[in-house]
Protein backbone atom coordinates (compact mmCIF):
# COMPACT_ATOMS: atom_id res chain seq x y z
CA UNK A 1 0.00 0.00 0.00
CA UNK A 2 1.09 3.44 -0.90
CA UNK A 3 1.89 5.73 1.78
CA UNK A 4 0.00 9.31 2.43
CA UNK A 5 2.24 12.05 3.04
CA UNK A 6 -0.52 14.58 3.19
CA UNK A 7 -0.09 16.55 5.97
CA UNK A 8 -3.65 15.92 7.69
CA UNK A 9 -2.93 12.63 7.73
CA UNK A 10 0.01 12.75 9.45
CA UNK A 11 -1.79 14.78 12.34
CA UNK A 12 -4.30 11.64 12.32
CA UNK A 13 -1.48 8.86 12.67
CA UNK A 14 -1.08 11.28 16.32
CA UNK A 15 -4.23 9.84 17.45
CA UNK A 16 -4.23 7.39 20.05
CA UNK A 17 -6.79 4.60 18.69
CA UNK A 18 -4.94 2.58 15.83
CA UNK A 19 -7.60 1.59 14.21
CA UNK A 20 -9.52 5.00 13.23
CA UNK A 21 -6.03 6.37 12.30
CA UNK A 22 -5.66 3.67 9.83
CA UNK A 23 -9.24 3.95 8.49
CA UNK A 24 -8.96 7.48 7.87
CA UNK A 25 -5.14 7.19 6.95
CA UNK A 26 -6.83 4.60 3.97
CA UNK A 27 -9.79 7.31 3.25
CA UNK A 28 -7.58 10.12 3.01
CA UNK A 29 -5.22 8.31 0.84
CA UNK A 30 -7.94 6.54 -1.41
CA UNK A 31 -9.70 9.83 -1.73
CA UNK A 32 -6.27 11.75 -3.13
CA UNK A 33 -5.41 9.10 -6.01
CA UNK A 34 -9.33 9.42 -6.79
CA UNK A 35 -9.09 12.91 -7.44
CA UNK A 36 -5.74 12.13 -8.91
CA UNK A 37 -7.23 10.12 -11.20
CA UNK A 38 -10.59 12.15 -12.19
CA UNK A 39 -8.13 15.94 -12.25
CA UNK A 40 -8.32 15.69 -15.65
CA UNK A 41 -6.32 18.93 -17.13
CA UNK A 42 -9.47 20.51 -18.94
CA UNK A 43 -8.02 23.59 -21.05
CA UNK A 44 -9.96 26.65 -20.91
CA UNK A 45 -10.18 27.92 -24.63
CA UNK A 46 -9.13 23.97 -26.17
CA UNK A 47 -8.12 24.48 -29.88
CA UNK A 48 -10.56 23.01 -32.32
CA UNK A 49 -8.33 20.15 -34.47
CA UNK A 50 -9.34 21.33 -37.92
CA UNK A 51 -7.36 24.88 -37.00
CA UNK A 52 -4.25 22.92 -35.66
CA UNK A 53 -4.35 20.57 -39.23
CA UNK A 54 -4.57 23.76 -40.80
CA UNK A 55 -1.27 25.51 -39.13
CA UNK A 56 0.67 22.57 -38.63
CA UNK A 57 -0.14 20.47 -41.06
CA UNK A 58 -0.84 22.06 -44.36
CA UNK A 59 0.47 25.57 -44.14
CA UNK A 60 3.91 24.35 -43.33
CA UNK A 61 3.64 22.41 -46.51
CA UNK A 62 2.13 25.05 -48.75
CA UNK A 63 -0.52 22.32 -49.23
CA UNK A 64 -4.07 23.83 -50.97
CA UNK A 65 -7.61 22.64 -50.13
CA UNK A 66 -7.86 20.40 -53.78
CA UNK A 67 -4.29 19.12 -52.75
CA UNK A 68 -5.12 17.92 -49.11
CA UNK A 69 -8.48 16.47 -50.22
CA UNK A 70 -7.15 14.73 -52.91
CA UNK A 71 -4.52 13.05 -50.38
CA UNK A 72 -7.03 12.44 -47.71
CA UNK A 73 -9.62 11.12 -49.94
CA UNK A 74 -11.91 13.51 -49.05
CA UNK A 75 -14.16 16.21 -50.69
CA UNK A 76 -12.82 19.75 -51.26
CA UNK A 77 -15.49 21.06 -49.20
CA UNK A 78 -15.68 18.90 -46.07
CA UNK A 79 -12.53 19.23 -45.93
CA UNK A 80 -12.64 23.50 -45.93
CA UNK A 81 -15.76 23.07 -43.36
CA UNK A 82 -13.26 20.86 -41.01
CA UNK A 83 -10.57 23.23 -41.33
CA UNK A 84 -12.33 26.34 -40.93
CA UNK A 85 -14.10 24.76 -37.76
CA UNK A 86 -17.83 24.53 -38.52
CA UNK A 87 -17.91 20.33 -38.65
CA UNK A 88 -16.15 18.40 -36.54
CA UNK A 89 -13.16 15.88 -36.74
CA UNK A 90 -14.65 12.11 -37.37
CA UNK A 91 -12.88 9.37 -36.69
CA UNK A 92 -12.32 8.43 -40.49
CA UNK A 93 -10.65 11.91 -41.73
CA UNK A 94 -8.16 11.46 -38.22
CA UNK A 95 -7.13 8.08 -39.64
CA UNK A 96 -6.76 9.51 -42.80
CA UNK A 97 -4.90 12.14 -41.48
CA UNK A 98 -2.82 9.81 -39.43
CA UNK A 99 -1.75 7.72 -42.29
CA UNK A 100 -1.13 10.43 -44.86
CA UNK A 101 0.90 12.83 -42.18
CA UNK A 102 1.47 10.82 -39.27
CA UNK A 103 -0.21 12.75 -36.59
CA UNK A 104 -1.72 10.50 -34.02
CA UNK A 105 -5.32 10.08 -34.98
CA UNK A 106 -6.04 9.70 -30.82
CA UNK A 107 -4.11 13.20 -30.22
CA UNK A 108 -6.61 15.06 -32.81
CA UNK A 109 -9.67 13.19 -31.29
CA UNK A 110 -8.65 13.90 -28.11
CA UNK A 111 -8.25 17.65 -29.32
CA UNK A 112 -11.70 17.23 -30.72
CA UNK A 113 -12.81 15.95 -27.37
CA UNK A 114 -11.50 18.52 -25.23
CA UNK A 115 -13.00 21.19 -27.44
CA UNK A 116 -16.68 20.11 -26.92
CA UNK A 117 -15.90 20.07 -23.35
CA UNK A 118 -15.17 23.66 -23.52
CA UNK A 119 -17.71 24.35 -26.27
CA UNK A 120 -20.78 22.72 -23.78
CA UNK A 121 -18.99 24.36 -21.33
CA UNK A 122 -19.15 28.11 -22.37
CA UNK A 123 -22.79 26.97 -23.79
CA UNK A 124 -24.29 26.16 -20.15
CA UNK A 125 -22.60 29.35 -18.39
CA UNK A 126 -24.05 31.47 -21.29
CA UNK A 127 -27.40 30.13 -20.44
CA UNK A 128 -26.91 29.89 -16.59
CA UNK A 129 -25.94 33.91 -17.14
CA UNK A 130 -28.96 34.81 -19.22
CA UNK A 131 -31.14 32.94 -17.30
CA UNK A 132 -29.54 34.16 -13.95
CA UNK A 133 -30.08 37.89 -15.61
CA UNK A 134 -33.55 37.18 -16.64
CA UNK A 135 -34.30 36.06 -12.80
CA UNK A 136 -33.09 39.31 -11.58
CA UNK A 137 -34.43 41.68 -13.94
CA UNK A 138 -37.71 39.64 -12.72
CA UNK A 139 -36.54 40.17 -8.83
CA UNK A 140 -36.01 43.71 -9.65
CA UNK A 141 -39.46 44.30 -11.40
CA UNK A 142 -41.15 42.78 -8.50
CA UNK A 143 -39.29 44.88 -5.74
CA UNK A 144 -40.05 47.78 -7.99
CA UNK A 145 -43.43 46.96 -8.00
CA UNK A 146 -43.89 46.57 -4.56
CA UNK A 147 -42.21 49.70 -3.26
CA UNK A 148 -45.00 51.42 -6.24
CA UNK A 149 -47.56 49.55 -4.44
CA UNK A 150 -46.46 50.44 -0.99
CA UNK A 151 -46.01 54.03 -1.93
CA UNK A 152 -49.17 54.15 -3.44
CA UNK A 153 -50.61 52.56 -0.53
CA UNK A 154 -48.59 55.15 1.77
CA UNK A 155 -50.24 58.04 -0.46
CA UNK A 156 -53.85 56.56 0.31
CA UNK A 157 -53.24 56.37 4.40
CA UNK A 158 -52.00 60.28 4.16
CA UNK A 159 -55.00 61.34 1.87
CA UNK A 160 -57.72 59.76 4.84
CA UNK A 161 -55.75 60.95 7.72
Not at 32 to 49: G, I, L, M, R
Request: charged share 25%; glycine share 2%; proline share 4%.
Amino acid sequence: MERCLRPCAREVCRSSDQSIKTLIRKRLCQSTKESQVNAVHQPANPCHPGLFVRRKVFEPRNLTIMEAAGLLGVTRHALTDFLTEKTPLTADLAFQIEQAFGYSMEMMMEMQKQFDIAAVRRRERNVRNESMSKAWSQVAATRLQVAQTRAHTSERKHAFA
